[in-house]
């Protein structure tokens, strides 16, 4: 085994070796770029809120609105969903009563990309379910494909507190 005589000098550079760093860097790149999953937004919703004062808008449906009315109880749970005037169940007959309507077709120039559900909620409801009526009415699962129905959701003026 041969041993080489190192001397140390106070006066020599240390050279940092560029070409392996750039390597490095361009292969964590090109890792980053080719694993990057683009997925669609969640809860991306295209919710229109009640003015302060009416006003004229630029928006005019060529429909009139579904009218979903959802009642509080006195400590701010569901008391009922009403549909058209008709009680329902739960979550679940509301999205089968919507998809009856529109239908599954989805995308550009669909009936239900020009309807509008317009919900009409109490004042003490609880969010949690306000955000359950959205998802029922905004789309569901099915087979691992989410399938959209209604992307046009706005709220009526609030009901004064009683």
């Known amino acids: 085994m041969k ?15 560029m070409t392996p760093m750039i390597d490095i860097v361009f292969q964590l790149l090109v890792f980053f770029i ?5 997925i669609a937004p969640e809860g991306d919703f295209s919710i229109r ?3 302060d004062a009416p006003s004229q808008s630029d928006f005019e449906p060529d429909f009139p609105p579904i009218k979903v009315r959802l009642r509080a109880s006195s400590d701010g749970e569901l ?8 009680a329902m169940e739960d979550f ?17 120039g669909s009936f239900a ?3 509008e559900v317009e919900f009409d909620c109490d004042y003490n409801l609880k969010y949690e379910n306000v955000i359950l009526a959205i998802t029922a009415v905004s ?22 507190q009683p």
Do not use: C, W
């Not at 080719?34 to 683009?38: A, G, L, S, V």
């Open 34 to 38: 080719m694993t990057f999953k683009i």
């Open 139 to 160: 789309g569901y699962t099915e087979g691992g494909r989410i399938i959209k129905l209604i992307e046009k959701i706005k709220f009526s003026p609030p009901r004064p």
């Open 49 to 51: 809120m009640p003015q």
């Open 113 to 115: 990309a020009e309807t």
């Open 79 to 86: 008391a009922g969903i009403y549909f058209a005037q008709r």
């Open 3 to 17: 041993v080489r005589n190192v001397q140390r000098h106070g006066d020599e550079k240390i050279e940092l070796q």
């Open 92 to 108: 679940e007959e509301l999205r089968k009563e919507i998809r009856g309507i529109v239908g599954d077709d989805s995308g550009p």
